[in-house]
């Protein structure tokens, strides 16, 4: 709040009326600052607590809501992940100012490429030989049996590109919307599965660009976290692929690194 008000001190150059609030980057006023807030405890005997602690903030209209009609931005934009019910964002007795949303899960997102969003990079071919690149199979593909038949039996098929795959979106993962939610995330060893040659395989990289893909069709932000940070080398190289294409948020522990790397040379900038 201090910071915030700072940032806002009604002056001569910045009257109250008609002014749009600054947020707490210097550099980039209008840049919203999330705060990611982790349910540890029971979702529904916290969420009260929660609300009300956030009272100051919304009470000086700082905080990023959902009016019914569209999302305006403020300089605090409040996502609650963890154990954070559903059911109490979506509520308006819960959360009646719609300025708490949530955390949807990434991984129920996946969607096939399409003639209006196709793939960039590499055209996605499963090659004949293409399984000799992972010498074993992930736990991934049999995680995500239930949102295509792409998942269960990717590894198997030959000859075939997403494109002719008959891959289905589950129906409950349309539920989340930027009315209700406004990060996408998953972590990533789980999601995506374990890179043999500290290589991410052709599979992997579809995994990533349909989780993308749904996530933003939803005008939801991605992020995957607990990301590799060990060696240095890997680390990088998933940092860049992620920002190259198109993760909304790099989910790091090393900001200076992340800040100051040049991720695609392996040197600091």
């Not at 240095?232 to 200076?256: K, P, Q, T």
């Amino acid at each position: 709040m201090k910071i915030l008000s700072k940032q806002n001190q009604i002056t001569e150059f910045h009257p109250k009326s008609n002014a749009s609030l600054n947020g707490v980057f210097d550099t980039d006023p209008i840049q919203t600052l999330t705060l990611l807030i982790d349910f540890k405890t029971g979702g529904s005997a916290t969420w009260s607590y929660v609300v009300k602690a956030l009272e100051p903030l919304r009470a000086a209209n700082y905080l990023t809501h959902y009016n019914g009609t569209c999302l305006i931005q403020g300089p605090i934009t409040v996502v609650g992940t963890g154990n954070t019910p559903f059911s109490h964002v979506t509520s308006n007795s819960t959360n009646p100012s719609h300025d708490i949303f949530f955390d949807a899960p990434l991984s129920e997102m996946w969607e096939p490429p399409t003639a209006s969003s196709p793939d960039p990079g590499i055209t996605l071919h499963q090659r004949e030989d293409s399984a000799k690149v992972d010498s074993e199979p992930s736990d991934t593909y049999r995680q995500h049996k239930s949102l295509s038949s792409y998942h269960k039996d990717f590894r198997k098929a030959t000859k075939e590109t997403i494109l002719t795959r008959n891959a289905t979106i589950l129906p409950e993962s349309n539920i989340y919307t930027s009315e209700n939610s406004y990060y996408a995330s998953v972590a990533f060893g789980k999601a995506i599965g374990r890179m043999w040659r500290w290589q991410l395989s052709e599979q992997q990289m579809g995994l990533i660009r349909g989780h993308i893909r749904g996530a933003h069709r939803r005008g939801l932000k991605v992020r995957y976290w607990d990301l590799p940070d060990w060696p240095i080398g890997l680390r990088s190289y998933v940092w860049d692929v992620l920002m190259r294409e198109g993760v909304d948020v790099l989910n790091v522990d090393d900001l200076r690194a992340a800040s100051k790397w040049d991720w695609a040379k392996g040197k600091e900038g």
